[in-house]
């Protein structure tokens, strides 16, 4: 049986390799070729900085459809602050890694690099699952069916009912 010290060891390994291979790859330019990295840089900022905002203002939409589906009462509306604060995406997208610096590490160090961001991933998933079963235990049992509904839903990842992670069902197989 493979220890869980094993398992993270593996992961990190993998995890090393994939990146180094990514990093092999040249990326598509994010502005004109001969730009500055600098500019570049500015650019996918500015990307991701949308793309965050777009993500905050859809998980916003979530809960207020969430909300409006439990028909929560006045004495559990402090329990639903808790709850989507302590739930909430952060206020800025996380900083990433200098990728300069993040090859300039050795194997071990990117490892530990990694095992600290895991750590700390963990941690946020700690929090997030602790008001979670808060505010259930203060949901009725028709809203906590509600709530099991709800959040089976958006738990799900991958192909449903059939179709690829498009939406798109595959066409029908050739007959003859």
């Given at each position: 049986?493979?220890?869980?010290?094993?398992?993270?060891?593996?992961?990190?390994?993998?995890?090393?390799?994939?990146?180094?291979?990514?990093?092999?790859?040249?990326?598509?330019?994010?502005?004109?070729?001969?730009?500055?990295?600098?500019?570049?840089?500015?650019?996918?900022?500015?990307?991701?900085?949308?793309?965050?905002?777009?993500?905050?203002?859809?998980?916003?939409?979530?809960?207020?459809?969430?909300?409006?589906?439990?028909?929560?009462?006045?004495?559990q509306e402090g329990a639903w602050s808790t709850y989507t604060a302590a739930t909430a995406p952060p206020a800025r997208p996380p900083q990433r890694p200098d990728r300069?610096?993040?090859?300039?590490?050795?194997?071990?160090?990117?490892?530990?690099?990694?095992?600290?961001?895991?750590?700390?991933?963990?941690?946020?998933?700690?929090?997030?699952?602790?008001?979670?079963k808060s505010f259930y235990a203060a949901l009725s049992p028709e809203q906590q069916k509600t709530f099991d509904a709800e959040s089976l839903a958006m738990m799900r990842?991958?192909?449903?009912?059939?179709?690829?992670?498009?939406?798109?069902?595959?066409?029908?197989?050739?007959?003859?």
């Amino acid at each position: 049986m493979i220890s869980l010290t094993q398992r993270l060891v593996s992961a990190g390994l993998l995890a090393t390799a994939a990146f180094a291979a990514s990093a092999q790859a040249p990326a598509a330019p994010a502005t004109a070729p001969g730009a500055p990295a600098a500019e570049q840089r500015m650019d996918r900022q500015q990307r991701d900085g949308k793309f965050f905002e777009r993500m905050q203002a859809r998980h916003a939409q979530r809960q207020a459809a969430l909300k409006a589906k439990l028909n929560l009462s006045a004495a559990q509306e402090g329990a639903w602050s808790t709850y989507t604060a302590a739930t909430a995406p952060p206020a800025r997208p996380p900083q990433r890694p200098d990728r300069a610096e993040f090859e300039k590490l050795t194997t071990p160090q990117r490892i530990d690099r990694m095992q600290a961001r895991q750590a700390e991933r963990q941690a946020m998933f700690a929090k997030r699952a602790d008001a979670t079963k808060s505010f259930y235990a203060a949901l009725s049992p028709e809203q906590q069916k509600t709530f099991d509904a709800e959040s089976l839903a958006m738990m799900r990842h991958g192909p449903r009912d059939g179709q690829d992670h498009h939406g798109h069902r595959p066409p029908p197989p050739a007959k003859g």
